[in-house]
């Protein structure tokens, strides 16, 4: 049986794996215009971490992985793109955090209903944080 010591190293260096992952997949398809425009493959590690991290870790790495690429790569646009992306994925991390544990009883079903929930509630998440952003609220 691992302790908790164990346990949290474990997540740590799985969380710096997934941040990891997400700033080197927008380069695969950002070589592709008509691909990258359309497809933000940094979602992928966040949801994965949410998943097998826990709500905390997935919300941490979802709200520094846009914000930490912006510094080192200046995409995305960090005003309004990236603090609107930073929210977007800590909200797709927390919730797949928070809610598969309560839906792994059900297999591949519990699986895809949690997908699809943080999914559609990061995009309500994220539109109401740009809107707030744009209208001069932030």
Do not use: D
């Amino acid at each position: 049986m691992k302790n908790n010591s164990q346990i949290h190293l474990f997540k740590t260096v799985l969380s710096a794996f997934f941040l990891a992952l997400a700033y080197v997949l927008p380069f695969m398809t950002g070589q592709i215009p008509e691909i990258g425009a359309m497809l933000c493959p940094m979602h992928l590690p966040v949801l994965l971490c949410g998943f097998l991290c826990g709500a905390p870790w997935g919300a941490a790495v979802g709200a520094v992985a846009p914000l930490l690429r912006n510094l080192l790569f200046g995409m995305p646009p960090l005003y309004p793109t990236g603090l609107s992306m930073a929210v977007e994925l800590a909200a797709y991390g927390l919730i797949c955090g928070l809610l598969y544990p309560k839906m792994k009883k059900m297999g591949l079903k519990g699986i895809y209903i949690t997908l699809i929930s943080a999914m559609i509630l990061g995009r309500i998440i994220w539109a109401g944080a740009r809107m707030l952003m744009l209208a001069g609220g932030v």
